[in-house]
């Protein structure tokens, strides 16, 4: 599900190409707060390893574009509410 929408979302930007800022998930919006709740709640999080929680995170926002700085950020905001 996840890879048809990075697909989805790719062929979008082809089709109708802008600066690729509207596509982009940014803390504190809507999505990025909600997809928080969502990965609080999966159970198996503190046994994954960090390669694992990246793939998790780029899946669940896989309608977004979301930078390696972006993941990482989102990582450290479930981990600190975890503790």
């Avoid at 930007?13 to 709740?37: H, K």
């Avoid at 999966?42 to 994954?48: E, I, N």
Wanted: glycine share 6%; aromatic share 10%; proline share 4%.
């Amino acid at each position: 599900m996840a890879e048809l929408a990075r697909r989805t979302r790719a062929a979008l930007q082809q089709r109708f190409p802008a600066s690729g800022a509207e596509y982009e998930v940014q803390p504190g919006q809507r999505e990025w707060t909600i997809s928080l709740g969502t990965a609080r709640r999966a159970r198996p999080w503190s046994d994954w390893s960090q390669h694992e929680k990246e793939g998790y995170v780029r899946d669940l926002l896989s309608a977004y574009d979301v930078s390696d700085a972006n993941i990482d950020r989102f990582i450290r905001e479930v981990e600190g509410s975890r503790r």
